[in-house]
């Protein structure tokens, strides 16, 4: 199919033009001295006006890639001495095994990175609630100086010793320090798993909607993706079942508790049934729980991980410090049988020769039972404020455009539109507002549904996106 | 074929029939009930003595897998309820797309964690030389408190515009802080490259010997690796011409200066040439340069790295703080075309969604000028004296046995045996005499090679290294 440039996207049209060129040129597609076609020509085939082109072609003059001569066209720079000779790097960054972030996902993330955009995309703990750790705590808990050599393979014994700890008295989770391995975050235990214990082709259940679908690491170890149903009480976890028949399903990832994008929690008979369906299957079962203790103050705490029902190694639980405490220390874990975590954590010494030991020693700190009661108190007070200060505006201005959940925990809204959007248009014409949000495609979701989260910004801001996403509404109805 | 336990592993006989035997009965393979074989009669199959089967049977007794009775044999215990439901994990262990370091450098890793095995194969600075940053000289640099923030995908902006500065002076290298990316260490930016800009099947050319024959990370990429053989000035840098014609290779991967594991330095001429080339066939060439600026103290200073030359945008180049102060940061960079950098960093963001903060903020301090000349020094000191020893106790126990390189810069003496050896076997009895090198096949070497560090230890350690070492070649010939 021949190239066009695409209307959807953020870039402009001239300059989409121009660029394409340029990799022509600099791969040598169109090598120096080539004549180009006239700018009404172009215009025609790539269906823009002439004007577009024109731009285009002048970018390119002014860095020389381009000549032009009164009365004899536009031709690529006779003067480009090298030019030809440089790698075609465009053929190989379009290359590789790894898949590149989705298109969509990639424009919230630069939307994410100016500061006048409000965002309602960020579901990371407010820097105003993120524990500072002061030099004078840092030095008390450990010691005089930082150690500054290679840690263990499966991360630092003493904050392995920790967090076996801390998951039996936050979570009733038995684990000794053998059965875990230090990840740089939740997500690279989700990577390790799915590159390491799972191969091409295998398929695999997940919720549907979910956070796994906004990253291609799973078609990046081509992997099958299927779909697991679900109600307010979870997964119908039956389906695993006829999945298993019809796919050979060989693994279930799920996240019970603040479900990633919906907020469901999936109640206790439905953690005991799908683990016994594992069980019994012989599947092991993924559960990410990366907001499990998110609690808004004031709500019920959830069941306990499934992870604590396990009594016989089928469970591999991912969490990490990231949503409640220091997403950039990047500490995770991922706790499992022996020969699990010994296999994953060769494979992440190969990749990154492991995590930072200056974070692992920091953790071991942050992790301090009282120091992290309360954070986690401190975490579930601001949530919910921020929770109700977002329905209360929602309720001022969206009533009329869409209906949203009444989350328990975790860090965002989960809203449907009355009148279902394209949820391309409606982004563009949201960030052109000046506020960024995820669209429920981007979880595999049907359209018509939004993910908007209320951590990140301030009262005032939060009140104003809520304005913004209005007016873009508004004018898209 | 069927299984039989393997004479050259370091697990004893019996352990390995036991734990075969597991396997089998964890997975299913042999369901509860199940007759065993009578000792001798598996003894015979397996080509062992018939105790050795025997106390196999006695350790699974032990753990209940096992039941026997004196007249009825040994059967898989019928008690094992569970035992047949849980998931089949060596199934999945044993599959998945990366693939597990090799069994030979994975007992290398194992014998080094123990403390009374003297290592000669550790190439890290020693504890001893690795600036440990005190309290107060940390509160200086990052102020009153860590930012626990994510950063940058990138990298955080104020180290890649450190870093930017240090390459400069260090090394001639122009790079703006947009074509840095920081990586987990200097292994980290070797993945992403394999990951992200080759393809299964594609074919790259790299020094034979060399480092990354030690990493399955270009094997589980799917890559063709080809060899490029060298003198004492660097590559036969034509050969990559006639590689390029026969296989096409897409990437050509180099270690110019103190090359893992010969220590040769390419000459200025050829360190020109390889560029040349890799223009003219437009071929992207990586330059790891981790032991670059490691110049034994009273040694010439190496040429230039390959991207100081570099003015088109053909090299990406590798490098890292892991080898000069601080390897528990994790903190490397590669520096490329923009285009490059950016797909990477999204990448990375994907698999482990940045470096740790806290490590980034740290390294703009240990980057600091006069720090680093400081540890430069220190180091370049350390080295020197190191090797002194080594080649000391060499010539006193060694002569007879090998000869060995004079190195100017970096870890380690690469050795040649007189007389080639079973590496496996060599390695085996200095382990048993208390002492653990790398056998040179790891790096791809024929037989009969050796890299020794002297980095790690203590003179009096090392010497005592050397003479373990000689014990265990003598009773080899």
Redesign the interface.
């Known amino acids: 199919m021949e190239w066009k440039p695409d209307r959807q996207a953020k870039l402009p049209l001239y300059r989409q033009i121009a660029k394409r060129l340029e990799e022509q040129i600099v791969s040598?597609e169109l090598p120096p001295g080539t004549p180009l076609p006239a700018e009404r020509t172009l215009a025609r085939r790539y269906g823009v006006n002439r004007g577009t082109v024109s731009a285009a072609y002048e970018e390119l003059r002014a860095s020389g890639l381009l000549q032009s001569m009164q009365g004899s066209g536009t031709w690529v720079s006779r003067y480009l001495w090298?030019v030809?000779?440089?790698?075609?790097?465009?053929a190989?960054?379009e290359?590789?095994?790894?898949l590149?972030?989705y298109p969509l996902l990639?424009r919230i993330?630069e939307a994410s990175l100016n500061p006048d955009i409000i965002n309602l995309a960020k579901a990371?703990p407010a820097?105003a609630i993120?524990?500072?750790?002061?030099?004078e705590e840092?030095?008390e808990s450990i010691g005089?100086?930082?150690?500054?050599?290679?840690?263990h393979?499966k991360g630092n014994p003493a904050l392995r010793e920790r967090i076996a700890e801390h998951v039996r008295e936050e979570y009733g989770i038995l684990a000794s320090p053998e059965e875990i391995l230090v990840?740089?975050?939740a997500?690279?235990a989700l990577?390790l798993i799915s590159?390491?214990?799972?191969?091409?082709g295998d398929a695999i259940a997940m919720e549907g909607p979910s956070y796994a679908y906004s990253?291609?690491?799973f078609s990046?170890?081509?992997l099958r993706l299927y779909r697991l149903p679900m109600d307010q009480q979870g997964v119908a976890v039956e389906e695993i079942r006829a999945l298993h028949q019809a796919h050979r399903i060989?693994m279930v990832f799920v996240n019970p508790t603040y479900q990633n994008p919906t907020g469901i929690v999936w109640s206790q008979s439905r953690r005991r049934r799908v683990l016994e369906i594992?069980?019994?299957l012989?599947?092991?079962l993924v559960e990410d729980d990366a907001y499990g203790i998110l609690t808004l103050a004031g709500c019920r705490k959830p069941p306990a991980p499934i992870k604590a029902l396990d009594?016989?190694?089928?469970v591999l639980y991912v969490n990490s410090l990231?949503k409640t405490?220091?997403?950039?220390?990047?500490i995770g874990w991922l706790i499992g049988?022996i020969?699990?975590i010994?296999?994953l954590a060769?494979?992440k010494?190969?990749?990154?020769?492991?995590?930072?030991?200056?974070?692992q020693q920091?953790a071991v700190a942050l992790l301090e039972r009282h120091r992290w009661r309360r954070q986690i108190d401190r975490v579930s007070h601001h949530l919910n404020r921020q929770s109700q200060t977002m329905r209360t505006a929602l309720r001022k201005e969206m009533g009329g455009f869409m209906e949203w959940n009444s989350p328990q925990g975790s860090y965002h809204l989960w809203c449907r539109l009355h009148k279902p959007a394209d949820e391309q248009e409606l982004l563009d014409l949201a960030i052109r507002e000046g506020v960024v949000f995820t669209p429920g495609g981007v979880y595999g979701a049907e359209p018509g549904w939004l993910r908007l989260t209320y951590s990140w910004e301030s009262k005032e801001r939060l009140e104003e996106g809520i304005r913004r996403l209005a007016k873009a509404l508004e004018s898209f109805c």
Chains 1, 2 share one sequence.
Not at 84 to 90: D, M
Not at 311 to 314: A, D, R, S, T, Y
Not at 325 to 330: C, E, K, T, V
Not at 349 to 359: H, L
């Open positions: 040598g090298g030809k000779q440089v790698p075609n790097w465009h190989y960054t290359g590789g095994a790894f590149p972030t990639r993330q990371e820097s993120t524990p500072s750790l002061s030099v840092m030095s005089s100086g930082i150690d500054l050599g290679y840690s393979p990840t740089s975050g997500q690279q990577y590159l390491c214990l799972l191969s091409p990253l291609p690491l990046s170890a081509g060989r594992c069980r019994e012989r599947i092991p009594e016989e190694g089928v990231s405490m220091a997403p950039g220390l990047r049988p020969s699990v010994d296999r060769d494979a010494r190969q990749m990154d020769f492991g995590t930072s030991s200056v974070s920091l």
